[in-house]
């Protein structure tokens, strides 16, 4: 049984590691690694990021965190912000990760963690800037910040950063967060030493708003050449991905491939143009484990079929077909199920 290929191109991820550091100038590229990459493969992915230069890497969780630390060589500064449970928090303190915190309660946790285990955390404490998901209120900032610094005094933690993340809803309401932020960092700086680092920008704010970038850039999307939905393409950058199927069966109008709805591509899809060696070809239906292209002369049994990827003689990327049912090349890429096997070339 034949199955879909993910195709992933090294050389393309660091070609787009470039760009987007050259990009970031003078702040630093703390590549986001979460979701396996955004579906990529953390693994390999942040060993070439590492030989790339970056020396940053947002895992999200603690776990992935920990995973990176031992694969990853010379100390790299590994952030892992969701909010976690106490065994995982004592994880993230042996294994030397820096923790992104955004309520009280955790950073209670996190102190009494390090003092059960005589370790001192790194925390970024996370200033909410309007997306009230997860972030200490301006109004509670102060009194938080004294309790962080007297936990500092005590030796449990050091405060290394502070951050937040952007709805990049607007530019408007991206300059009202930076005013918050900025606000924020001014406070930490009045009760001791600066901040050593700040990071408040994702993709497509730290591109193209150099003016609301921190001394940290947190990027995810870019790096593995996702670009926006709706946003145009990006100079230097190309997606790192391309997916095919092969033809397993050739009937008169129709050609049947071997990937479905079961592989993760959304049967929504219906109607896209796929790559095929006879030139773009509709594709007619998505059913589980297979799904059907408009037939070309001499099709046969093993071609291939490219369903997106740069250069493809069909979609370009994951975001030009995400564009067309209304959502975003990350979630095309994360719903590739394992079936999918992926290729890194
Ligand atoms: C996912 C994520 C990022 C990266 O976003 P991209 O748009 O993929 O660059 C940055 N920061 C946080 C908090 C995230 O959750």
Redesign the pocket.
């Known amino acids: 049984m034949t199955r879909p290929v993910l195709t992933i191109s090294r050389e393309q991820f660091r070609v787009n590691l470039e760009a987007v550091m050259r990009r970031l100038s003078s702040s630093q590229l703390m590549i ?1 690694m ?1 979701d396996d990459a955004y579906g990529h493969g953390a693994g390999w992915a942040a060993e070439d990021a590492l030989r790339a230069g970056v020396r940053w890497f ?1 895992s ?1 969780d603690i776990a992935t965190g920990v995973n990176l630390r031992r694969r990853l060589e010379g100390e790299p500064r590994i952030f892992a ?1 969701a909010t976690s449970d106490d065994d995982e928090v004592a994880g993230a303190l042996l294994h030397d990760l820096d923790l992104g915190v955004g309520s009280e309660a955790y950073l209670e946790r996190v102190i009494a963690q390090a003092g059960s285990l005589g370790r001192r955390a790194s925390v970024h404490l996370k200033i909410d800037t309007g997306l009230h998901r997860n972030g200490i209120r301006p109004e509670d900032w102060d009194r938080i910040l004294a309790r962080t610094r007297a936990a500092e005094d005590t030796g449990a933690l050091r405060l290394v950063g502070v951050w937040s ?1 952007l709805s990049e809803a607007s530019d408007e309401a991206d300059d009202e967060s930076r005013a918050i932020f900025t606000a924020a960092c001014d406070a930490v700086t009045r009760t001791g030493d600066a901040p050593e680092i700040t990071h408040l920008t ?3 704010a730290s591109w193209w708003r150099p003016e609301l970038r921190g001394t940290v850039s ?5 790096c593995y050449g996702i670009r926006s939905a709706g946003g145009p393409d990006l100079e230097g950058i190309l997606p790192i991905a391309t997916l095919s199927a092969s033809v397993i069966a050739v009937e008169d109008e129709r050609v049947v491939i071997d990937a479905g709805s079961f592989d993760g591509i959304p049967s929504t899809l219906v109607g896209i143009d796929v790559g095929t060696s006879g030139g773009v070809r509709r594709l007619e239906k998505i059913s589980e484990t297979c799904s059907e292209v408009a037939s070309w002369d001499g099709a046969a049994v093993g071609d291939e079929v490219r369903i997106f990827g740069p250069g493809a003689w069909g979609e370009a990327s994951a975001t030009s077909l995400a564009e067309r049912i209304g959502t975003v090349g ?1 979630e095309i890429l994360t719903r590739l199920a394992p079936r999918v096997r992926r290729s890194v070339v």
């Open positions: 986001v979460k947002g999200y912000w993340h994702a993709s497509a947190r990027i995810g999307a870019f990350e």
